[in-house]
């Protein structure tokens, strides 16, 4: 008996367009870049579907950037909520919940300097990342100018978006 295997991409390809930008939207809540991979389908191979959201991410516009980072935690805090985006932020921060309290201390008043300097929370991608690596990418990016923390938070994005549609649709 010779069975069809259905693979996640090809799910994806035959999706509605409101189930695909569904299925996209935990991966970064950007409205064009889930629509404009929505409509590019069908992707002949998952490495092609992330070689365009590469590019559909490359860059990611100011006002795209605060629409994602409206309902992002702070790097330490536990994302709240039972919705994709939630849990997938809480396993990329997994690190950082086994941290000792002077480094969790530091966080807070790292992500506090960040936000009253640049006026959005402090974005990177968490996954894979020390809680000291990541105060220590903390603390050098409070000396950028906005001009270059804009394009590298933007550059963050494109990354936590991508990794996460790797998880999604990876073979």
Not at 36 to 64: H, V
Request: charged share 25%.
């Amino acid at each position: 008996m010779n069975a069809t295997t259905v693979t996640a991409i090809d799910a994806f390809n035959s999706m509605t367009r409101e189930e695909a930008i569904t299925t996209l939207r935990p991966c970064v809540d950007v409205d064009r870049w889930c629509e404009q991979l929505a409509d590019a389908r069908p992707f002949a191979s998952a490495a092609l579907l992330f070689a365009a959201a590469e590019l559909a991410a490359s860059p990611f516009e100011a006002d795209e950037v605060e629409q994602a980072l409206a309902h992002h935690p702070r790097i330490g805090e536990r994302a709240s909520g039972a919705h994709a985006e939630a849990a997938l932020s809480r396993a990329e921060q997994a690190g950082i919940d086994q941290t000792d309290a002077d480094v969790a201390a530091a966080l807070v008043e790292g992500n506090r300097a960040y936000e009253q300097r640049f006026g959005r929370v402090f974005l990177i991608r968490a996954a894979g990342r020390s809680a000291s690596e990541i105060l220590a990418a903390l603390t050098e990016r409070l000396g950028n100018t906005d001009a270059d923390e804009t394009a590298i938070v933007a550059d963050q994005l494109r990354q936590i978006a991508v990794l996460r549609l790797k998880g999604i649709f990876a073979p």
